[in-house]
């Protein structure tokens, strides 16, 4: 069953189409990720789920409740973590949650057994009764997904939802929307430009520039990029260059006395080369494609614009890895 | 969509209960809040009582000097800065993100406005009790059918006002914007409403300007109320009341004003909340 439908989904601010005319549909108890530089639409994709932005055209679907005719039906349905803090700092870590549960409507008896729940999940029980503006911006965010899940919503929307956070933060908060996702076949739907969150997902799909891109599992996306890249130092990387010609049939680049392969299955691929190899080898090195890799085979653009790119992308687009127009 | 009225009057409810808890948590402020009332009364209204005394007099509607006159203008100030200022939590609201959180959730917009609202209002109408407590100061003797006529045109005065500071907040993106237009209103507002002077023998052109304040008809019904219980006549009272097309008004007719100006302001802060993103 498709817990959120997109049909032919068309948001205009003037002129300029933010999204452009897109379609997917999210299943139940999927992780579902939209992926995306800033400004892609990923944003004003989620608002309009969220009934919060009206769409210009197309149709939305959540939980069956369409986005335009329901949009009460869909509030109930839904929890949201926003890209941006959306707590009360002035209140308790247990305010917060009492004033969801009486917005949400949860009833006080069921509301009290759940809050002690998930507080206790996301680690914040003991801290119940302090005020929000002592917290640390990772306790925040633990607790805004607390917030969100309180009311049991089928779907669970996180738009960015470990900006900032340090890494340990990050994994502890997908342990809990994992754990959730298995208890009560929650669906999440997830924003991230982080590439190393999107392979959380089931299925990603890319956006860019309004469009949907691509939409399929992490691992078939990266199956798009052409394979695994292996490199390897060496004192003679000229005639490791041509060995390396002479026996697989493959194009390796070198720079100084390191080398670049790209081939499918790596992981088999280096002990042939270790044995076949005569010129001595300093060290192999065996990377697999992430998905940083596959947004700049599909868009031939790196998807944190204005960071500085990470030469190891660089020189494996140089290498021939197939552009798609 | 279905209608569900249980669902606004539970959004009205928590909006209010959030704000006023929110407001009980910094009651340290109430004591500063004092400052500002006490220097009117005290030193404001009992220099200007001296002064009056001095000169010719003036016609204050009976009351035994001026600081009399001044006290329920006192009251509304109170009452009326409070209101507007109130509104203030919406814009902080918005800049810091919990606004989203309400926006989102299933309950209607237009309760939200009213549970906004109505929390200013609440609030309002307590930093006007506390200028209440001052009463002894200006040696008014408070009763209680006047605590109570008092707290009802309090509470009216303070949803016209607040009522029009929620739909000033709806259209202010920033706490800076928001402050310069409250800024800009305010103090207008206060000195317009006849808090400070009669409105009954003033020029034409500021005779006009003066009704254009809702918060003239919340002054006027107060201080009715304040110098009829202290002994003065209704002869002396309706000489210093405020007239409307050369007919003097009622309290009941004041309440009325202000109420119609209360409808309108919030409907269209509800229609404004309508459109927020």
Redesign the interface.
Known sequence: MDVIQVEQLVKCFGNLAAVDDISFEVRSGEVFGFLGPNGAGKSTTISILCTLVPLTSGRVLVNGFDVVHQPSEVRHSIGIVFQDPSLDIQLTALENLDFAAYLYDVPAAVGREREEQLLRMVGLWDRRDDLVSAFSGGMRRRLEIARGLLHRPAVLFLDEPTVGLDPQTRVLIWHYVLEQRQRDNLTIFLTTHYLDEAEYCDRIAIIDRGKIIALDTPAHLKSRVGGDVITLRSSEPRRAVDEIKEHFGLTASSQDDCLRVVVQHGDEFIPRLCRELTVPIGAVDLTRPTLDDVFLALTGREIREGGPAGPGVMEQAGSGVARRP | ??Y?PR?DL??V??IWY?DV??FW??RSRFLSSLGQPVLFLLVFGTGLSAAFRGASGGNFGGAESYADFLYPGIVGMAVLFTSVFSAMSTVW?RE???L????????SRWSVAVGKVLGGSTQAVFQGCIVLLLAPLVGLPLSVPLILQMLVLMFVLAFAMTSLGIAVASRIKTLEGFGVVVNLLVMPLFFLSGALFPLSAIPAWLTVLTRLDPATYGVDALRRVVLLSTGSSPQEVATISVTLFGHVLTIWQDLLILVAFALVMLLLAAHWFEKL?
């Open positions: 969509m279905i569900s669902a539970r959004g409810y928590i959030r808890l929110r948590r910094n609201d810091f993100g919990f989203r959180e309400v926006l989102v959730a299933p309950v993103q």
